[in-house]
């Protein structure tokens, strides 16, 4: 089930996205926790529970028209959690009437995989990792 998430999420939240094994942070104080909080406050970070586990979550950011972030936990990978998270994410950057919206990922990673899969194509490079746009 997606939910929006809320502050008491906030350590399952940093658990998974720092337990990924793609896509890492090179600098994990890149993401703060402030950074989350005012995505629970604002447009909405969301979350896949099941059992009272969340098994991934997404973010979107209609500042600058970006998915902020997209990870779920690996063990429940392959069940369709990330393409449900994803759809919430791009929802939000919707209803905020943006023609094109972007996200990177690590060039050769299964994230770029899924992506492509959904529809995004790269348009370049930023700081390293692909740069993914797709029309909404």
């Given at each position: 089930m997606?939910?929006?998430?809320?502050?008491?999420?906030?350590p399952?939240i940093?658990?998974?996205?720092?337990?990924v094994?793609?896509?890492r942070?090179?600098?994990p104080?890149?993401?703060?926790?402030?950074?989350?909080k005012?995505?629970?406050?604002?447009?909405?970070?969301?979350?896949?529970?099941?059992?009272?586990t969340?098994?991934g979550?997404?973010?979107?950011?209609p500042?600058?028209?970006?998915?902020?972030?997209?990870?779920?936990?690996?063990q429940?990978?392959?069940?369709?959690?990330?393409?449900?998270?994803?759809a919430?994410?791009?929802?939000?950057l919707?209803?905020?009437r943006?023609?094109r919206?972007?996200?990177t990922?690590?060039?050769?990673?299964?994230?770029?995989?899924?992506?492509?899969?959904?529809?995004?194509?790269?348009?370049?490079?930023?700081?390293?990792?692909?740069?993914?746009?797709?029309?909404?």
């Amino acid at each position: 089930m997606i939910r929006r998430a809320t502050d008491a999420d906030l350590p399952r939240i940093s658990e998974i996205r720092n337990g990924v094994r793609e896509n890492r942070l090179s600098d994990p104080s890149r993401v703060t926790i402030e950074d989350v909080k005012w995505f629970i406050a604002n447009p909405g970070i969301f979350v896949w529970e099941e059992a009272g586990t969340i098994a991934g979550f997404s973010a979107a950011d209609p500042r600058n028209a970006s998915i902020w972030a997209l990870f779920v936990e690996e063990q429940f990978e392959g069940r369709g959690i990330g393409s449900a998270l994803l759809a919430e994410a791009c929802a939000v950057l919707a209803g905020h009437r943006l023609a094109r919206i972007w996200l990177t990922t690590e060039p050769g990673s299964r994230a770029e995989g899924f992506y492509r899969r959904a529809g995004w194509e790269v348009v370049g490079e930023r700081d390293g990792d692909l740069l993914l746009e797709k029309g909404i």
